[in-house]
């Protein structure tokens, strides 16, 4: 009889059942209602369901998703990171009462928010104690940024997943200075994660990763330290090769530009106003105020322990410093400079996604500072605590003040969702650039989509039997007794080619003045294939990503032998 409440205790208590219970509760307004409101949940629906569907047809890696565009075909995923949706696709088979995508997408959400408060917690247990990391890391799934914004107002799916992997990759790093076995891999591991969540936040996190490998060498030289945290940054990248390759050098065949122009310009998303008495709440006042709230947190944690923390840990608590300070910076107009002259810095294309990196930088800090609280209170400080405490405290609070609606009330009709996976329409900078833009509004994309027949020819006399419609693969029988131009309802785009029986050569091909997929065929009966052929630049990423994967089985293999 004693036993089992000494089990239940054991099980209250740990870090992961905590850690698990509260990312259930903070997500529970998504569970327990139809779909988000939030500023992107349509695109994230979209390319859930579509890359669920096809992944579960057998496509390992689908990248272009036929259904979309009212049928007409997307490269989305030549170009959005796959790995948010791989995972979503985990919850495919639960019954969703028509809300198409809804459930899986909750569900993946929480798994998100629950691996990152334990990657929180793993990286600040090597900071400070077993409570304090879970206490932080606790602290870490509710910060204003990462919970309300990224998830209840922006519904920023991958940005919000990117949140799990930040603390894993610099947990990695810590286990490399402390010369423990699979750091390497661990990292390589970590980071190709990061890359293939959100491009962006990798982009914004890398330096901040070099840098840390330069200060916290731990109790190897430190050549060695660096020499190997930039092999698991090497490994890193050429894991996830296979994805940012053919991503980062075919933009040319889509709208990319259209990204980074005009209001989604980076110089219009920097943070300059507060919420006054005629100006109230709105998205980005409220970003400046978490923003500046949480550097402020980070900042005074930093000053009332700065004396009393270890002459080890004090360079690397003032890296933090420096880290969460210039974060800020990098969200005001101030560093305008600075992303003027970094053509790369742009692609993050909102400087107030540099909350992401400032959150790790303060519960780094709050990690530091929670070392010292004893000393503070033998030295009479705890004031400083609790000034600290009650900032952190209105800070949390004006969660609850500002975001009402879309905890509670901002959510999708079952019917809008359908409409809109109906039409499926990719965001306007996946718009293959051979279809005029006038005919890429949904409007436009679901009229051409359901009068589009799914084959037309200029010859009246040709006859068609469609034998297969995949993605990536068409296949049909032709009879027609005079060469003639075919048609298809699919978007044209570079990789595409036709082949029919007798011929060892493809058939011409070439986009359609509506931007289809537009074959010359020759007379006579015969099968036609048509097929989209990996790019060059995929079978590129393929190759560099399995030698990483094979560099990385030949570390873990050699690192098991020597232990």
């Given amino acids: 009889m004693n036993i089992q409440p000494h089990w239940i205790r054991i099980l209250c208590c740990s870090p992961l059942v905590l850690l698990t219970a509260l990312g259930l509760f903070l997500t529970s307004p998504q569970l327990l209602t139809t779909c988000l409101g939030g500023h992107d949940i349509y695109h994230h629906l979209i390319f859930s369901y579509h890359f669920s569907e096809q992944l579960l047809q057998g496509e390992l890696y689908p990248r272009w998703l036929t259904h979309m565009n009212g049928g007409f075909g997307s490269p989305t995923f030549f170009f959005y990171p796959p790995l948010p949706y791989y995972l979503t696709a985990l919850f495919s088979w639960i019954p969703e009462h028509n809300l198409l995508g809804c459930t899986p997408l909750g569900l993946s959400i929480s798994l998100a928010l629950i691996l990152s408060g334990m990657s929180a917690y793993y990286w600040l247990r090597e900071l400070t104690t077993t409570r304090y990391a879970l206490g932080i890391a606790m602290l870490y799934m509710v ?11 922006r519904f920023s799916f991958a940005e919000f997943w990117s949140f799990a992997w930040m603390p894993l990759i610099l947990y990695c790093s810590k286990r490399i200075g402390r010369e423990e076995p699979h750091g390497v891999v661990g990292l390589g591991i970590s980071l190709a994660l990061l890359i293939t969540t959100h491009l962006p936040t990798f982009l914004m996190f890398l330096p901040i990763l070099i840098g840390y490998s330069l200060v916290a060498c731990g109790s190897i030289p430190r050549l060695i330290a660096w020499a190997r945290n930039g092999l698991g940054i090497v490994l890193g990248i ?7 390759l053919p991503a980062m050098t075919t933009q040319e065949y889509v709208s990319m530009p259209s990204m980074y122009v005009g209001f989604l310009h980076y110089s219009n998303s920097f943070l300059s106003s507060w919420p006054t008495p005629e100006r109230g709440w709105t998205f980005r ?18 000053w009332w322990s700065r004396r009393y923390l270890a002459p080890e840990v004090r360079h690397e608590s003032r890296y933090w410093l420096v880290v969460a300070v210039l974060s800020l910076g990098m969200t005001l107009p101030w560093s305008k400079p600075i992303w003027d002259l970094l053509p790369m810095l742009q ?19 709050f990690a530091f500072a929670a070392t010292t609280l004893n000393t503070l209170a033998v030295h009479g400080r705890s004031y400083l605590i609790q000034i600290w405490a009650l900032l952190l405290a209105a800070l949390l609070a004006t969660q609850l003040a500002v975001g009402i609606e879309p905890l509670f009330f901002d959510r999708l009709a079952a019917s809008d969702i359908q409409k809109a996976l109906q039409v499926s329409r990719s965001p306007l900078e996946y718009r293959p650039r051979w279809v005029p833009v006038d005919q890429f509004s949904k409007e436009s994309v679901n009229r051409l989509g359901a009068s589009t027949p799914q084959v037309q020819s200029d010859q009246s006399a040709l006859r068609w039997q469609m034998i297969e419609w995949a993605p990536r693969q068409i296949r049909m029988s032709i009879s027609t007794p005079a060469a003639g131009t075919l048609t298809l309802h699919q978007y044209y785009y570079p990789g595409w080619v036709a082949h029919s029986a007798g011929r060892s050569r493809p058939l011409p091909l070439q986009p359609s003045p509506d931007g289809l997929l537009q074959i010359e065929v ?42």
């Fill in 143 to 153: 910060l204003p940024y990462h919970l309300l914004i990224d998830l209840y107002v």
């Fill in 238 to 244: 050429g894991l996830a090769a296979i994805y940012w």
């Fill in 285 to 302: 006042r409220y970003l400046m105020v978490i923003t500046v709230g949480t550097s402020l947190l980070g900042v005074l944690a930093w």
């Fill in 347 to 365: 692609k993050v294309q909102f400087p107030w996604r540099f909350n992401a990196v400032l959150s790790v930088a303060a519960i780094t800090l």
């Fill in 522 to 563: 020759p007379a006579g009966d015969y099968p036609l294939a048509i097929t989209l052929a990996p790019l060059p630049e995929e079978l590129a990423g393929r190759w560099i990503s399995a030698c990483a994967l094979l560099l990385s089985l030949l570390l873990t293999g050699y690192r098991c032998r020597s232990m």
